[in-house]
């Protein structure tokens, strides 16, 4: 007897078709997933690029990479370190290039012990000019040094900043006159223990007049100027640089990390002079660094256009406000997609670190109520994903030692240092990440749920967002905006149909990708991949976040059925 509504039973035919179907449906859900996750990543990319090059055609009230170029192949001709006869010619070019200007350069003549380097020292020429506002209040300075290492024309470090504030300062006479008096500090000895910077802040009587510093730098020849330090109580030096800066370019993580840092530049040696100030670096090619192919020749005049656009928006702008009460409560900043930036105080960490705790919890009750998480799955869910973490950072370390162990010096120095050949090695290790996670975590799926996954990937955000909210602030950022986002798509997930969740954890995943893509990115040019278990291990981190995605249908279906 068959019963009237019954279902027929499935021929070979259509269970090949409802097979194919069903294959067809899986690669465009992973298709539409992976070309969102692209999306992301290529959103936070979009600030790490380097502004249009002005050509030297353009308004004389412009600043143009390819006028302050020719100041450049004077300046990084041959190396001419502290001292030599290279270094004196120089110095007297810049000399004239400042006289043609109409003004009337000084020298600062010391001999200086280093209070920064042990049995540093050397007899520095600073050059120095000082350009009269119309009311001042305190001045602003403009501060690079001159001088080379003996291995390096230094046309990055530092010739590209040197030349800058020659097109700068010729841009600025046709803009018109400042409120505050303008100084223009051409440290000498920076490359031998900072000492220019350290005689003119000990002995020179201008620099009690300073009420800002604008330091710039390079570590590579290429890529865009990252304002990276600040100076302490930060937080109206932010909001008028983000006002300022036409594409800035900043994160108070990188400033959090680089005071734990064993480094220096001279911004360090105001900074201890209690001076409020901005510092600014380019850092990628970092082959360059120091070595006989930073020529002008090989400069990205981007990094060139981006260190000039800096210095000539923000002097009109700080150049016109009264500098004399600067300092206010420390700000977290971020970019957040392209050059449209985020900040707020410094304060508000505690306060949305306690927010997104209470989300958590929050959260983890609605998933109870509903009867879609446990405590028992949640917890194996977060061992699971410490020991997924693990296992991705001591993968990658084994794997980078044997390699590091089976190519000559020379060819382990060319991978990590020219992009052209890192890259690559980046790609694989970061396939190598996601196709592992992917694997361990369809496994692992056999034991939790994938809302019980995602609820205890979020109690290991949690833990990490409140260390990083107490001891490093300015990171907090990083952590606490994934965090809620992810959070609230759980929630909305709990109201829908098992088989949406995976939609819901990427697209709520996309603030963490887009945050940390570029701080990975900045990190991986500045460290290099001699840091790659911690480089892959920060992936894995943030492949946390669409855990959901990786997790088996079928024994998801089994377990809730």
């Known amino acids: 007897m068959v019963l009237k509504n019954s279902t027929p039973p499935l021929t070979p035919n259509s269970q090949t078709q409802t097979v194919k179907k069903n294959k067809s449906k899986r690669l465009a859900k992973f298709g539409g997933i992976f070309i969102i996750i692209l999306a992301s990543i290529i959103l936070g990319l979009l600030p790490i690029r380097t502004p249009q090059i002005v050509s030297s055609n353009a308004s004389l009230d412009m600043f143009s990479a390819e006028r302050a170029l020719t100041h450049l192949e004077v300046i990084a001709k041959e190396p001419h370190p502290t001292g030599s006869v290279a270094n004196f010619q120089v110095r007297n070019y810049l000399i004239s290039e400042l006289q043609k200007l109409g003004l009337e350069p000084e020298i600062q003549k ?7 380097f042990p049995n540093h020292s050397g007899t520095i020429e600073n050059i120095m000019v000082r ?6 209040s305190k001045a602003i300075m403009i501060a690079a040094h001159y001088d080379s290492v003996r291995t390096s024309p230094g046309a990055a470090d530092d010739g590209a900043a040197i030349a800058a504030m020659l097109e700068m ?5 046709v803009s018109g006159e400042l409120k505050n008096d303008l100084i223009l500090l051409m440290t000498d000895g920076e490359e031998i223990g900072l000492l220019g910077a350290q005689a003119f802040a000990t002995e020179h009587p201008w620099a009690e007049d300073v009420g800002l510093v604008l330091n710039f730098e390079a570590r590579g020849n290429q890529g865009p100027s990252v304002m990276f330090e600040t100076t302490d109580q930060n937080g109206w030096i932010i909001k008028e640089f983000l006002e300022a800066a036409p594409q800035p370019l900043a994160y108070s993580l990188l400033y959090n990390v680089y005071k734990l840092m064993p480094n220096y530049t001279d911004l360090t040696v105001f900074r201890e002079g209690e001076a409020a100030g901005l510092n600014f670096a380019f850092g990628m090619g970092l082959d360059s660094y120091h070595s ?3 020529t002008h020749e090989n400069l990205d005049l981007g990094s060139l256009q981006h260190h000039g656009e800096y210095m000539l928006n923000l002097t009109k702008h700080f150049g016109h406000l009264d500098l004399n009460e600067i300092k206010q409560e420390d700000r977290i900043y971020f970019n957040a997609i392209g050059w449209k930036m985020v900040h707020y105080p410094q304060s508000w960490a505690l306060w949305l670190m306690i927010g997104g705790v209470l989300l958590f919890i929050g959260t983890l009750c609605h998933g109870i109520y509903k009867k879609r998480m446990n405590l028992t799955e949640i917890i194996t869910g977060f061992l699971f994903t410490l020991l997924t973490i693990a296992a991705i950072f001591g993968i990658v370390t084994l794997l980078w030692k044997v390699l590091e162990s089976i190519v000559s010096e020379e060819q382990y120095v060319r991978i990590i240092t020219e992009l052209q050949i890192g890259i690559y090695y980046l790609i694989a290790l970061l396939l190598l990440t996601a196709f592992v996670t992917f694997f361990l975590v369809r496994w692992g ?10 609820i205890a990937t979020m109690f290991l955000w949690i833990i990490i967002t409140i260390v990083i909210s107490l001891y490093l602030p300015g990171g907090s950022y990083l952590f606490i905006w994934p965090l809620i986002f992810s959070l609230i798509g759980i929630n909305l997930a709990l109201f829908m149909r098992a088989d949406a969740w995976e939609w819901i954890s990427v697209l709520f995943a996309i603030p963490g ?3 940390f893509t570029p701080i990975f990115y900045i990190i991986f040019h ?3 991949l001699h840091i790659a278990g911690i480089l892959l291990t920060i992936s894995a981190l943030v492949l946390t ?3 959901p995605v990786f997790c088996s249908p079928i024994k998801y279906s089994k377990r809730n059925s």
């Open 110 to 116: 010391k001999y200086v012990v280093s209070n920064f």
């Open 131 to 136: 350009i009269p506002g119309s009311d001042n």
């Open 169 to 173: 300062t010729r841009a600025l006479q």
């Open 292 to 294: 006989p192919i930073d």
């Open 445 to 454: 799926s056999r034991f939790f749920t994938k809302e019980n996954i995602s």
């Open 513 to 515: 990708f887009v945050l």
């Open 526 to 528: 500045m460290m290099t």
């Open 545 to 547: 976040l669409i855990f």
